[in-house]
């Protein structure tokens, strides 16, 4: 909502840059991950997943690159527009079927026209 | 595409009284879970449920308590509301996968206010 904001790092860009938000994440056996996107006001809104057996995947104007050595995943954003501005967050589990994701606390993406 | 709905998107109550959020899903997806997202803390999982009549607790049961007597309706309760329940509360669901684990979709969200 309008709060989840918060104490959260920002990344301020303009109209048509490319955009690359990071996330560290904590469980090295973590095999599966998502990246969400959330407006203010609305509910987490999928993005685009990665399991382990890739390092690279792209959808729509998104790429999400996973470096498990390092523990890291990032989120590539081409042609950032104002509409992209909200919070971003990761996701990690176990790719096992009974898992639960673990939520990384979220960066704020703030495109000026 | 999948749609999760919740009840309400905002609402207001006592302290002491009983509360019900309702979180409903129409794409037959068997795994069910509700969140609380407070600013500094993200989000954490209160309960889960992989099937009608199942539920696990998750990272902060205390308070809370679910019901699924429906594969797509999953309720969660708070007995005797709080002023620290006071949050935004999430519904998602999930398919169930054979060694797979997938998507959570959420729902728009219901920001509760406990007074």
């Known amino acids: 909502g309008e709060s989840v904001g918060l104490h959260l790092p920002t990344l301020s860009v303009q109209e048509g840059d490319n955009s690359i938000i990071n996330c560290a994440y904590s469980?090295?056996?973590?095999?599966?991950f998502i990246w969400y996107k959330q407006e203010s006001g609305k509910g987490p809104q999928f993005i685009i997943d990665?399991?382990?057996?890739?390092d690279k995947r792209q959808g729509q104007r998104v790429t999400v690159l996973l470096n498990k050595t390092v523990k890291h995943l990032s989120l590539q954003i081409a042609a950032t527009q104002p509409g992209d501005s909200a919070v971003y967050f990761c996701?990690?589990?176990?790719?096992?079927?009974?898992?639960?994701?673990?939520f990384g606390k979220g960066t704020m993406l703030l495109v000026s026209p | 595409d999948v749609k999760v709905t919740q009840s309400s998107r905002y609402l207001v109550k006592r302290t002491g009284e009983k509360v019900f959020l309702e979180c409903v899903q129409d794409?037959?997806?068997?795994?069910m879970f509700w969140y609380r997202q407070d600013p500094g803390l993200g989000l954490r999982l209160i309960y889960f449920?992989?099937?009608?009549?199942?539920?696990e607790k998750g990272d902060i049961p205390e308070g809370y308590s679910v019901s699924r007597e429906k594969k797509e309706r999953f309720s969660l309760i708070l007995e005797s509301a709080s002023t620290n329940q006071t949050s935004m509360y999430l519904c998602?669901?999930?398919?169930?996968?054979?060694?797979?684990?997938?998507?959570?979709?959420f729902g728009p969200g219901t920001r509760l206010t406990v007074l």
């Open positions: 449920s992989y099937d009608v009549k199942m539920k």
């Open positions: 998602a669901s999930s398919l169930s996968g054979a060694g797979y684990t997938d998507t959570q979709y």
């Open positions: 794409m037959d997806h068997e795994n």
């Open positions: 996701a990690e589990t176990l790719d096992s079927g009974y898992s639960t994701l673990t």
């Open positions: 469980n090295s056996a973590s095999d599966y």
């Open positions: 990665i399991r382990s057996n890739m």
